[in-house]
């Protein structure tokens, strides 16, 4: 309990912390320069290095989390890459990156299991090319597109010998009748205040209510939620805490997950991403489980979608 309540208390802090900077330097550079595409690329940058600078402080600066870093500036100029003009250097440093990180992992000792789980995140960003497939419908790319990522991940599991439970796909510590409640409370929240930074576009109609709402729940929970967080916190959290202390861990991997939310546009929602993605990795780390964070992702996912509809 003591080890968990350090835990907490590191990641809070540097989460408070590294959120107050960012703001500062987002409020500062708005007022002075405007928004513009840079302005959103210098502020993931300025989260990304504060992040780590207060991970280094949980733990010494070691080879691991250089290793660490390197990968998150990578992460970074992939989304920049993707999300601009030069996409198709954004996806082809993807496919290089999915290839060299496997094979450094046969060499690299210690790092083994965090390079092959990079890799499949740069796989990831392959699938999702922003591109809308013309064999698929808007309302089916989103299901095959997970789905295949999914795959991607399973056969991982298989063919490395990981274990459901070790991804977290168990119960966990408590009972689900505590952790289903508390993840929907906190998941409503989360959509909520989503909203407020992006406004999405609606997806469905009112006139079609039942039938959105159907398509949100299992598109939001079943497929974009369980996928995600058994990439992020299921194998990356799980794998990044096997060589840096778990504080460090959970800041470095929610910042990275805060960077994949780049394609938005909206500095913001980076940080938002960031933070949801503390909460989450915190969660898995308290119950042992991906219960709660999978619920929390999804209801949080659906919310949004929903004040987008009635808005």
Known sequence: MADEERVGTFVALGSVLSSAFFLAFYYL????FGYSYN????SALALLLITHAGAFLVGSLTRQ????LGLSLVLLLEEVLINSESMLYGLLFAFSMMIVLPILAV???????CLEAYGIVFVSRIVFIPIQPAFLTVAFSQPV??????????FYMRFRGVQPEQAGLTRGRFSPLIQVPAAVALGFLLGFIEYQILVPVPIGTQERLLETIAYLFVVMLVFVATTEEIMFRGLLLNFVSDVVPVAQSILIVSVQFG???LGWG????ILFAYLAGILFSFAFYKTH?????IIMHGVGNITLYLFALFA
């Open 29 to 32: 550079s708005m007022h002075v």
């Open 39 to 42: 302005l959103l690329v210098c």
């Open 65 to 68: 989390g250089i290793v660490l």
């Open 107 to 113: 060499f690299v000792q210690g790092l083994s299991r």
């Open 145 to 154: 597109l997970y789905t295949l990522i999914f795959l991607s991940l399973a």
């Open 259 to 261: 960077l994949m939310h």
């Open 266 to 269: 909206v500095p913001l929602e």
């Open 289 to 293: 489980s991906l219960l709660m964070p």
